[in-house]
Each structure stands twice: as structure tokens, then as C-alpha cells.
């Protein structure tokens, strides 16, 4: 019963990722929800880095969803335990920024902290 909660919630995090990423493409003032301040979104430089972490938001969900598929749970927990670090590096950089602290525990370490559970349930 925990594993298959925990793999709906991977599932749930993959799909996240991928919807997160998708609409900081098309949409880059959504970045702003991010928690770094005064984010500058119709700056040209800047809306290219935001394409780097929206393609890198997109992929590791297709990541997850893949290793979801086509691997154990054991494997799936491995793999979300590593990606992890995504966003508590994103929370240190919010912190860094001086972002919001809703921002950097509310959303990014909100995340770390369900992925932590999640792989943990995956693992054992």
C-alpha cells in the first residue's frame, strides 16, 4: 500500500516537473513564483537562462517518469533520492537571493522534503 502511494506520488512529481518546466517555455513571468527577487523576465539574457532551468525542469520529470516505468521501485527511490538535491540547490539559491522564505521552504523545500519521503518509501 506505501509503495503504490509512494509511486502515484512519483508519478505526481515526474508530471510536475514536465508541467513546471513546459510553462516557464511558454510562459517565462511564471518564474517569478520561483523566489528570486526582482526577477527581470523580459530581460533577453535572462529569459535564456530561464529556458535552461525550464528544460531542465521538463526533462528530469520525463526522467522520472521513465525510470517510473521502465525500473523497481528500489531504482525510482535511488533516483529521486539524487534528484533531491534539485530543489534544495534551488532553495540555498533563493536563500542566497534573499528570496521569500515561503518560497524557499514553502515551495522548494516543500518539494525536498516530499521527494525525501517519497524515495524513502521507495527504498524500503
Known sequence: MLTT???VLAALIGAGCVLMGAYILWTPRAAAG??????PTEDRAFRAWLSVKAVR????????????VAATP???GAVLLAATAIPVGDALIVLRSNGPRSAVYGVHGATAAVMLA???LLLR
Open 57 to 68: 525542469d521538463l526533462v528530469s520529470g520525463v526522467l522520472i517518469i521513465i525510470v517510473l
Open 74 to 76: 528500489q531504482v525510482l
Open 34 to 39: 520561483f523566489g528570486i527577487p526582482d526577477t
Open 5 to 7: 502511494i509512494a509511486v
Open 118 to 120: 517519497t524515495s524513502v
